[in-house]
């Protein structure tokens, strides 16, 4: 039935549904749970049950997000909220390995795929990699890109992942309710001769995003 509806058409009421389908309402409801935690589905309180977004399966490599959506078929955008210039201070110090005093540049951007919202990412890196960036050299580019443009090489990475929710704030940017279940990933990058590069702090939308491993067997 889902693959003959579109993205946001709603279910029957489930009455109705139970009956055509020749089940008991528990059962149903049951089928639809599973198809809601699978993210198929979208239950909204007070309303009905609606097909669901697809979610995109974000794999857990070194590649930015411009890379991933193009890999998947779709058009990646952004729009640069904030760019500045501050002192690192004591916790984006530690993590950029540079003194509390040292300026770093710090920059927000709203990350889009096919013209949708998918993740906010906040980007600290040393003023001093990269002095002559600009606002404008990030709008609609990977960071990546410009890093490999001027001779800087990623060499390794640190990622963390955990299940968080959207604030006020992120969920106005994203366009999804106060709250809304979301990723939080932290990434610091290093060169070839472990100096960080960057510190990423990013949301993502839990509604349109599902991680993916790649897992092979030990070599030993």
Do not use: N, W
Request: include cysteine.
């Amino acid at each position: 039935m889902l693959e003959g509806l579109d993205v946001g058409d709603a279910l029957p009421p489930e009455r109705r549904l139970a009956e055509d389908l020749g089940v008991s309402r528990p059962t149903l409801r049951q089928a639809i749970d599973d198809l809601v935690a699978e993210g198929l589905l979208d239950r909204r309180h007070g309303s009905g049950t609606y097909v669901a977004e697809p979610r995109i399966a974000v794999s857990l490599t070194m590649t930015s997000f411009t890379e991933d959506m193009i890999r998947r078929g779709m058009k990646p955008g952004g729009r640069v909220l904030s760019f500045r210039t501050e002192a690192a201070g004591a916790r984006i110090g530690r993590r950029l390995a540079l003194s509390p005093l040292e300026e770093v540049l710090t920059i927000r951007r709203l990350r889009l795929a096919d013209g949708t919202a998918m993740a906010i990412e906040t980007l600290c890196l040393p003023r001093a990699l990269m002095p002559a960036l600009r606002r404008q050299d990030l709008e609609g580019r990977s960071f990546y890109d410009l890093l490999r443009a001027g001779g800087i090489v990623i060499a390794s990475g640190t990622e963390t992942i955990e299940p968080t929710v959207t604030t006020a704030e992120e969920a106005a940017e994203l366009d999804v309710p106060v709250h809304t279940p979301a990723f939080l990933f932290e990434r610091v990058t290093r060169d070839e001769d472990g100096r960080p590069l960057e510190y990423v702090r990013s949301v993502y939308r839990g509604d349109r995003y599902r991680l993916e491993l790649d897992l092979r067997p030990p070599t030993h």
